[in-house]
């Protein structure tokens, strides 16, 4: 009976781990608005080529990170 504890309080445990990694990732992606209000996604204009776009990813991580990959 004792063994089988410890297997379920070591699978609580990585699933707790796995979840506080989870919840960084997302902190860690919501600590890039530079303000409070700035979590819109938006872009402040249209970009007008791909070389924009590029520096602007280059300067803001605007776009949401992939749920696969949290």
């Known amino acids: 009976m004792k063994s089988k504890n410890k297997t379920n309080n070591a ?15 997302c902190l860690d992606q919501m600590a890039n608005a530079y303000s409070t209000y700035d979590c819109t996604g938006l872009i402040p204009s249209k970009p007008e080529n791909e070389a924009q776009l590029e520096s602007y990813k280059e300067v803001y991580n605007y776009l949401p990170t992939d749920a696969d990959t949290l």
């Open 11 to 25: 699978a609580k445990e990585n699933e707790f781990a796995n979840a506080n990694k989870n919840l960084e990732r």
